[in-house]
T-cell receptor, first 113, second 111 residues
Framework: DSGVTQTPKHLITATGQRVTLRCSPR?????VYWYQQSLDQGLQFLIQ???????AKGNILERFSAQQFPDLHSELNLSSLELGDSALYFC????????????FGPGTRLTVT | AQKVTQAQTEISVVEKEDVTLDCVYE???????LFWYKQPPSGELVFLIR??????QNEISGRYSWNFQKSTSSFNFTITASQVVDSAVYFC????????FGQGTELSVKP
């Protein structure tokens, strides 16, 4: 158990809908990261927050957004969902930023039908 | 731009064989960090090791060992006397700013 929690575990929704994925980092970790894992794209970095502020952006679509709240939990919002958004979404946390190992949550499996 | 290459897509070995997973990290950064993660069939990503670009000492942890050679940008991972429980997808990652991963190597250890 990494100490990072993600909810829900599974999510099935229809195209065009909007969903919110939630992540609670390990106790004391300030950085939260979001990743998308799909068969064709592999494991892709989406976005990082550090202590409430956006720190780095990766291959995140404009339809996706995230935030980190004062209690350090984070949410990833996915809107106007398409079939291709079906993937495993991981949240990870680390003590600080670059160079610190990231601990991953169990992931949220999103299926868009 | 940075790039992580894991040349081996799949490896299959018989239990007790040694196996090496290759990883090459290309970057213009002089300071960077390298990682290995394991993703067993259950799906979670498990942190195995972190190494910074200034430390070329090999590291050993039980049956696992890692060899970093800055001159060739390689950070290879060896499992000695492999076991069925080692069956997983292994990801190598490189971080200058963002952490990026290779495509993964699926290791299958047969009894």
């Amino acid at each position: 158990d990494s100490g990072v929690t993600q909810t829900p575990k599974h999510l099935i929704t229809a195209t065009g809908q909007r969903v919110t994925l939630r992540c609670s980092p390990r106790s004391g970790d300030l950085s939260v990261y979001w990743y998308q894992q799909s068969l064709d794209q592999g494991l892709q970095f989406l976005i990082q927050y550090y202590n409430g502020e956006e720190r780095a952006k990766g291959n995140i679509l404009e339809r996706f957004s995230a935030q980190q709240f004062p209690d350090l939990h984070s949410e990833l919002n996915l809107s106007s969902l398409e079939l291709g958004d079906s993937a495993l979404y991981f949240c990870a946390s680390s003590a600080k930023g670059v160079g610190y190992e990231q601990y991953f949550g169990p992931g949220t499996r999103l299926t868009v039908t | 731009a940075q790039k992580v290459t894991q040349a081996q897509t799949e490896i299959s070995v018989v239990e007790k064989e040694d196996v090496t997973l290759d990883c090459v990290y290309e970057t213009r950064d002089t300071t960077y960090y390298l990682f290995w993660y394991k993703q067993p069939p259950s799906g979670e990503l498990v942190f195995l090791i972190r190494r910074n670009s200034f430390d070329e000492q090999n590291e050993i942890s039980g049956r696992y060992s890692w060899n970093f050679q800055k001159s060739t940008s390689s950070f290879n991972f060896t499992i000695t006397a492999s076991q069925v429980v080692d069956s997983a997808v292994y990801f190598c990652g490189g971080q200058g700013g963002k952490l990026i991963f290779g495509q993964g190597t699926e290791l299958s250890v047969k009894p």
